[in-house]
């Protein structure tokens, strides 16, 4: 069973940056962030496979960074220019599998998921 940890969320002014961080308990191979505001259904962030193969959601590109660290198996979600838009929770996911990311990341890719960390973005 793998479990997913996540820190670093908090509050964060409108053009500010954050990193939020997932600590899986074993290895995995991809791994990603999903986000879910209040009354929003959860959306894919962005996604990292093995390879090193990102994929990005249209409303985060430029702004948010992916990356992992395979000796911590930590994975990280790096925000600038955050915006009001961005306020929601943000979870882990992982799975055993090595997603090509070549479309779109969905719920049902993951098979593991974190609890969540918060992050609100003010004016």
């Known amino acids: 069973q793998v479990q997913l940890v996540e820190s670093g969320g908090g509050s964060v002014q409108a053009g500010g940056s954050l990193r939020i961080s997932c600590e899986a308990s074993v290895y995995t191979n991809t791994m990603a962030w999903f986000r879910q505001a209040p009354g929003k259904e959860r959306e894919g962030v962005a996604a990292?496979?093995?390879?090193?193969?990102?994929w990005y959601a249209d409303s985060v590109k430029g702004r948010f960074t992916i990356s992992k660290d395979n000796a911590k198996n930590t994975l990280y979600l790096q925000m600038n220019g955050l915006k009001l838009e961005d306020t929601a929770m943000y979870y882990c996911?992982?799975?055993?599998?090595?997603?090509?990311?070549?479309?779109?990341?969905?719920?049902?890719?993951?098979?593991?998921w974190g609890q969540g960390t918060q992050v609100t973005v003010s004016s």
């Open positions: 990292i496979n093995p390879n090193g193969r990102t």
């Open positions: 996911a992982a799975d055993r599998i090595n997603w090509a990311l070549a479309r779109p990341i969905s719920l049902t890719d993951f098979e593991y």
